[in-house]
């Protein structure tokens, strides 16, 4: 069973935003088990206390976000000259593709609607 929190914000947000959201609650312990992100949800472990997730987001320095342990060979892989990169700057180039500390900001101010088990 995975906690998913859902934001209030609604699909304009997006995935990058959650990706760097989700980014916050792995750095604060809420996803060690669980990895699943869409345009509204963020999969978090089943005992993830959303007051703390909240804290958090709220603390968190978004400039500081570090988003390489998330970013997938696949990700690389669809970069144009990706064999050409070593692999640290395809990850850094995707790092900077996906970043859209506008959204983060907005979103992480959002209300979280819920925090419900699936």
């Known amino acids: ?12 947000r997006g ?3 959650n990706l760097w959201l989700g980014a916050v609650a792995a750095q604060a312990g809420f996803r060690t088990t669980v990895n699943q992100i869409d345009d509204l949800t963020i999969s978090l472990d089943p005992d993830a206390d959303v007051a703390e997730l909240r804290a958090a987001l709220v603390e968190a320095d978004v400039e500081q976000l570090v ?6 060979s696949e990700a690389i892989d669809g970069l144009k000259f ?8 395809a990850v850094e180039l995707v790092a900077r593709r996906l970043s ?3 959204a983060v900001s ?3 101010n959002e209300r979280l609607d819920s925090a419900n088990a699936r």
């Open 106 to 108: 907005a979103a992480r």
């Open 15 to 17: 995935r990058k935003a």
């Open 1 to 12: 069973m995975t906690a998913r929190a859902r934001r209030s914000g609604g699909p304009s």
């Open 67 to 72: 988003l390489a342990p998330w970013i997938t």
């Open 100 to 102: 859209d500390p506008d």
């Open 82 to 89: 990706s064999d050409c990169l070593p692999r640290r700057r």
